[in-house]
Nanobody
């Protein structure tokens, strides 16, 4: 069973950068896609970015397009989210997830989730 472990969150000033990582603790990524989602206090979990594992095509929410980059390292079974030009509204708990075969941007289409990592952007 896939077990996802996120890391790389923290506190950063507006305009700064962070890089999140998501590793399969068993080293056996086999899902259709990997996605990053985020959830701010009092809000629903929302799609941020996704990457199809086999071919590497990427997809982004409009709110992060041009600032965030999702990538993967096949050898390390790890997915990354490089976040640049961070804004206060990017503050949230960020989750990686595996699945997405029938909807890359839909929370309900992902069946395995990490524990989340907090990202706080101070203005």
């Amino acid at each position: 069973q896939v077990q996802l472990v996120e890391s790389g969150g923290g506190l950063v000033q507006a305009g700064g950068s962070l890089r999140l990582s998501c590793a399969d603790s068993r080293g056996t990524f086999s899902s259709y896609a990997m996605g990053w989602f985020r959830q701010a206090p009092g809000k629903e979990r929302e799609f941020v970015a996704a990457i199809k594992w086999s071919i590497g095509s990427t997809y982004y929410a409009d709110s992060v397009k041009g600032r965030f980059t999702i990538s993967r390292d096949n050898a390390k079974n790890t997915v990354f989210l490089q976040m640049n030009s961070l804004k206060a509204e990017d503050t949230a708990v960020y989750y990686c997830a595996a699945g997405g075969r029938y909807g890359l941007g839909s929370v309900r289409e992902y069946d395995t989730w990490g524990q989340g990592t907090q990202v706080t952007v101070s203005s």
